[in-house]
Structures are given as C-alpha cells and as structure tokens.
C-alpha cells in the first residue's frame, strides 16, 4: 500500500513500484528475482550504505520517485488550467494512467528475458525525452491538454517497463539478510518524496504550472545515469527464460497468482481500496484548487501525507517483526477508513492536514510486510511476472481514481463525494478484514513454511 500521493502516479513504485501511488500498491511491487550477493556463513555482507551498487541504484530511484512527485502533484493543477474545468482535469490525468495499465503485464514478461541495464537506461531516456517536450511547450505557451495527456500515456508505458526492471536490479545486488532494512529505506525513501513534493512542488507551480513537471524529466535522467554506472550484473541467465515464449509465459504467471489464496483475494478488493481512498485525496485536493486556495497549502497536505509515511517507515521494521502481517494489515485497513470517515465527516482543511498522517501510519510496514511475505513464498522465477500482476492492484485503480474523485467533485460536490468514497472504503475493509488467508499471514520467522514449489519441483 502506498498513499504518498493525492493523485495516480505515473505505479513510479516503485520497487514499490514504486509508487508511488495510490493508496495500496501491490504486496509484491518489490521482488528478488536473483538470489543477490551470496553471503558467506562466518563473514556478515558489508553495510547497504558502503554497497556501492546499491547505492547507486538507491540515488537514481530517489531522484525519479522526487520528480514524479513534483509532477504529479502539478498534473492536475496543471490540467486544471489549461481546460478550465475539474472534470476535464481528472480525464487528462486518468489517459496517462491508462499508458501503464496496458504495459504492465508485458513488461513483467521483458524485464525477466533481456538485460535490465539497458532496459531501464532505455526506458528512463525515452520518460526524460517526453517530459522535456513539455517544458519546452509550455516555455512557448503552446502547451495544450492533449499534448499533456500524450505525454502522460507514453511516460506511463516507459515506467511500466523500468518498475520490474528496477525491482529485480535492486534484489540483485542486496544480499538475502539485508533485504527487509533495505525495504524500510525504501519506504523511507519515498516518504521524504513525498514530504518534499507537496511543498517544493507548490513552490515550483507558483514560479511555472510546467516547472514541477521539467523535474520528472531529471528524475528519469538520473536514474538512466546511475543503473549504467552499476558495475556488477543485474540479472540472471536470460537464456532459459527466452526459451518460454512470451504469452506462454505470461500464461504461467497469470496461473500462478490465481492458484494463491491470498493473491486472488488481494488483486480484486485492493483495487477498490485505491480507487476509495485515492479519489478522496483527488476530490479533496481539487476543491482546494476550486476555492482558490494557494498551491503551496494544498501542497501540505501531501506534505502532511508525507510526514505520516516517513513516521511509519521509521516503525515499519520493528512492526513487521513482531506483529503477524495479517493482523497488521488488518490494523492499517481500518486506521485508514476510520481516517477516511473522520475528514468526510469534517471536511476542514485543518482536519485534512491533521488526519491524514494518522490515516497513513501503518502503511509503510503493511507495503513491507506483504512485499516481504509474497516474495518469500514465491519460487525465483515467477517474481518478476508475480510483480507485474499484482502491480495491477494499483494500476487498474490509476486510471479511475482521478475520474471518480473529480467526477463525484463536480456532480454532487465535496461533501457528498468524500462521504460516499469514505463509506465505500469502510465496506471494502470490512471484506478484506473478515479474508482467511490474509489472517493466516504471521511474523517473517514463519514465512519460510509458506514457501511454494517451483515450477521444476512440481514437474518433476
């Protein structure tokens, strides 16, 4: 799960997808698709921050998931401007999410089969090159709505194909014990993101509506720039992975997540959680636009998002080892709705700003506990399509979170939209609470015994 954003991202991460995001990103957005540096039974592996591969990888995608926020955060603001209208506003924003619905189960397919350096260098130049032909656009005031919302679809597809790349070059080159400290700092990682956009990004809007988006143009310069430095491989042998043809392939992945109880039950409702607590930020951030209140406000309340996640990312570790991940999730579900009711029932900006960080707490170790959780139960060559699939959790919602908070905004109006999404997420919890495979999820020491055969084991 991940509500570091009011708005769709452009899935991002994000190992995490990366993302960032709507509010529940896949729980297996991050996998280890190679068994990482192998570490030796006497010495321990060197600290992540003297892991010079790591390191790399880490700056790239902190500079992406800052300018992604910084762009995301003005998108809407941005459509808003250009067409005078919040609905038009929210349909510019859903195109560029439906760029990265139709890409992402294919780019879990490639990023399995070709080297991952290149993919994520190619994919990363091609996201800059378009997000300059926006700022330089709107340098000559000849940005339009259309030309934004085309941007946005192909940025979109580019990060549909870097998201799985990214996820396994970072498994690849973090050793196997130091793989849940290295998912706290990701989700630290997209906290200050997030803390920093919603402000900077207000800021930046103020100077120019198209200066917030230059930045995701860096970002994605940046991340090319460092994966190509990464000395050391980022895959495994591709050879036998070519040897399944694509769709067949596809197929597996597709049967794979659909035999797992938890999986199954996690892919559908996950959705609906998005598309509820993604369009309340949306609807909430939009009448703020509407009323005129200044970017830099409406910034703070990512901001105040932001400063919730980083909290629970700080918690996040310690919560995963001693709370049953079923139990946590539960927790965090419920926090979120509870959250949701109480600003629907407010509806001030000072119980937005103050709610919201308590809404969002325990989102961090859930996005950990469930990443961690599905990529220990899952044989190493299905993590990167298990990633894609359930990257759709996040994606499928992407596209209907902006027009379902901008469309109950301008038909019904603040009060009614925000009641009717906090009522729609209290119901979805309620369902996801009373899930058996989710309960039956405990603490990592146990997440060994889940493990399911591999493909060849089940052959044979």
């Not at 998108?75 to 005078?84: D, I, M, N, R």
């Not at 990265?100 to 990363?124: E, K």
């Not at 299905?382 to 499928?396: H, K």
Request: proline residues 8%; charged residues 10%.
């Amino acid at each position: 799960m991940s509500t570091t954003q009011s708005t769709p991202p452009p899935p991002r991460a994000s190992e995490d997808s990366a993302a960032p995001a709507p509010p529940l990103p896949s729980p297996a957005s991050e996998q280890p698709v190679s068994p990482g540096p192998q570490v030796g039974a006497i010495s321990p592996p060197p600290p992540l921050l003297r892991n010079r591969s790591y390191m790399l990888l880490m700056s790239g995608l902190t500079t992406e998931s800052l300018g992604a926020g910084l762009a995301l955060f003005a998108v809407p603001l941005v459509a808003y401007s250009l067409t005078g209208s919040v609905l038009q506003a929210g349909a510019v924003a859903a195109v560029g999410q439906v760029g990265a619905l139709l890409a992402t189960l294919p780019a879990g397919v490639v990023a399995d089969r070709v080297d991952r350096r290149r993919l994520i260098v190619a994919a990363s130049a091609v996201g800059a090159a378009l997000w300059v032909t926006v700022g330089i656009a709107a340098a000559f005031g000849s940005l339009t709505a259309w030309h934004l919302a085309l941007v946005l679809f192909g940025a979109s597809v580019v990060g549909a194909f870097v998201d799985p790349a990214t996820s396994g070059a970072f498994r690849s080159v973090v050793p196997t014990p130091q793989l849940p400290t290295a998912l706290a700092a990701s989700q630290g990682r997209d906290a200050v993101a997030s803390l920093l956009a919603g402000p900077v990004g207000g800021l930046l809007y103020a100077v120019g509506h198209a200066v917030p988006l230059v930045a995701a143009a860096i970002g994605s310069a940046v991340t090319a720039l460092c994966t190509w430095a990464v000395r050391e491989p980022l895959n495994g042998d591709t050879a036998e992975a070519r040897t399944t043809r694509p769709v067949e392939a596809l197929r597996q992945g597709l049967r794979f997540v659909w035999s797992v109880p938890l999986f199954r039950t996690l892919l559908g409702l996950f959705v609906v959680i998005n598309v509820a607590f993604g369009g309340l930020l949306v609807g909430i951030n939009l009448e703020l636009v509407r009323t005129g209140v200044a970017p830099v406000l409406i910034g703070v309340i990512d901001l105040a998002v932001g400063v919730g996640i980083l909290v629970g990312a700080v918690l996040a570790p310690r919560l995963v080892a001693r709370v049953r991940a079923g139990a946590l999730t539960v927790a965090a579900l419920v926090t979120l709705a509870v959250g949701a009711t109480l600003m629907a029932a407010l509806q001030t900006y000072p119980a937005y700003v103050a709610l919201l960080p308590l809404a969002v707490l325990l989102v961090p170790a859930v996005n950990a506990g469930l990443a961690g959780y599905a990529a220990a139960i899952t044989p190493l060559e299905m993590q990167g399509r298990l990633a894609s699939i359930m990257g759709l959790t996040g994606l499928a919602a992407g596209p209907l979170i902006p027009l379902v908070g901008a469309g109950l905004l301008d038909r019904f109006g603040i009060g009614t939209a925000l009641v009717v999404l906090a009522g729609l997420l209290v119901v979805t919890v309620a369902v996801i609470a009373a899930a058996r495979p989710l309960w039956r999820v405990g603490t990592p020491d146990t997440w060994t015994d889940d493990a399911l055969p591999s493909a060849a084991t089940t052959a044979a």
